[in-house]
């Protein structure tokens, strides 16, 4: 039984897609969101399908979080947001050099 709820979290967590729609720069709703590493009125450090999502804005907060269904609703003045990719291989020295750049 537990085999079977592992295997089923697997493969849906496999066909997750991640998308992002921003509604008039104060709502940003998100899917295929693993887990929220950190977060203030600031920023957000979101861990997603595709990698890490810094979200930078004013006011902002966490209207809808499940994890377990990968769902994320930020509200406040959204102002950027972006990937933190590592394309050398050395994935913690890469990420935190552009997280504290």
Do not use: C, W
């Not at 009125?41 to 994890?67: A, C, I």
């Not at 406040?76 to 020295?93: L, P, R």
């Amino acid at each position: 039984m537990q085999y079977e709820q592992s295997l089923y979290k697997n493969e849906r967590e496999r066909e997750q897609n991640h998308e992002l729609k921003l509604t008039n720069r104060r709502r940003l709703e998100l899917t295929g969101v693993k887990d929220v590493d950190s977060f203030d009125t600031e920023e957000f450090l979101l861990q997603t399908t595709l990698g890490y999502l810094v979200v930078r804005g004013e006011n902002l907060h966490m209207k809808n979080l499940n994890v377990e269904e990968g769902l994320l609703t930020i509200q406040g003045k959204i102002e950027a947001f972006s990937y933190i990719d590592d394309h050398q291989g050395n994935k913690s020295k890469g990420f935190f050099n552009k997280l504290f750049k």
